[in-house]
């Protein structure tokens, strides 16, 4: 848990002019739960948690998804094929996949956050018999933040699988909704007695995401959140990721709603 193993960086893919995929070649084999975090260190700088954005089937590669926002994700923009990282981990609790079976699964992601929710997405693929129907709701700032723009319209070709996407800003060549997320949440196909909700994204889209369903008339344990805290050391020790009671390391990263809900600014 604490000596990171050795992973070559093997590809870069370009999401967003600030977002970018790196496929890493671990010495080893990794593996990790859907919703599990991971440490991935720049040798000689430091450290960074991520969610990995990769199908938790496959065990000889990892895809982390990172937008350029800090000294470590900095760094790593800077890196390309063949230069050498860490990964330490995995940590946390991942998505309870359990809980969802028998359910309409209902995601809403922004930004970035559609990071995580694409491993989520490979696990409920690869099952999806065991769900009713997956229904997406995606939104970003403009179409140019967009993330994973090629494989949105090969996921909304599946069976039982309904995505729909928005922009806060839209141009002249996009013809899709205009307006956040929330916008697009009401006309969900999916069955409010029925359902699990799972939602990850930058902490003022997830709080008003969250109000909205309250609003709609999900249930608090339906809601499951992604807390993306400042998860340092992984273990619970440093103290860095309190959320009450809980640390995110180890408690979350995943939690229900109905865990959070009457603590004082969980979106802070």
Request: hydrophobic share 40%.
């Amino acid at each position: 848990m604490y000596q990171p193993i050795e992973a070559i960086i093997e590809d870069v893919k370009q999401e967003t002019s600030s977002i970018k995929t790196f496929i890493l070649r671990p010495k080893s084999n990794f593996s990790f739960q859907t919703g599990q975090f991971i440490e991935l260190t720049v040798p000689g700088l430091g450290e960074a948690p991520f969610t990995p954005s990769s199908d938790p089937a496959i065990k000889d590669r990892l895809d982390v998804t990172i937008m350029n926002v800090g000294t470590v994700t900095s760094a790593l923009h800077g890196m390309g094929k063949g230069l050498k990282v860490g990964i330490r981990g995995p940590f946390g609790k991942g998505y309870p996949l359990d809980n969802f079976k028998g359910k309409d699964v209902l995601i809403v992601g922004g930004g970035v956050g559609l990071a995580p929710l694409r491993s989520l997405l490979y696990s409920l693929f690869s099952d999806i018999n065991k769900f009713n129907k997956v229904v997406l709701r995606y939104g970003a700032r403009t179409p140019d933040d967009i993330v994973y723009k090629e494989l949105i319209p090969e996921w909304a070709k599946k069976d039982k699988v309904d995505i729909a996407t928005t922009v806060d800003m839209g141009n002249p060549s996009w013809t899709g909704n205009v307006g956040l997320v929330t916008t697009i949440l009401k006309e969900a196909p999916v069955d409010l007695n029925n359902a699990a909700v799972i939602v990850c994204g930058p902490p003022i889209m997830m709080k008003f995401v969250t109000l909205k369903l309250i609003e709609l008339g999900f249930k608090p344990a339906d809601i499951y959140l992604s807390m993306e805290k400042n998860m340092s050391c992984g273990l619970g020790k440093c103290g860095h990721c309190r959320i009450g009671k809980y640390h995110a390391c180890k408690d979350g990263p995943v939690f229900s709603y109905e865990q959070l809900k009457d603590i004082y600014d969980i979106w802070d």
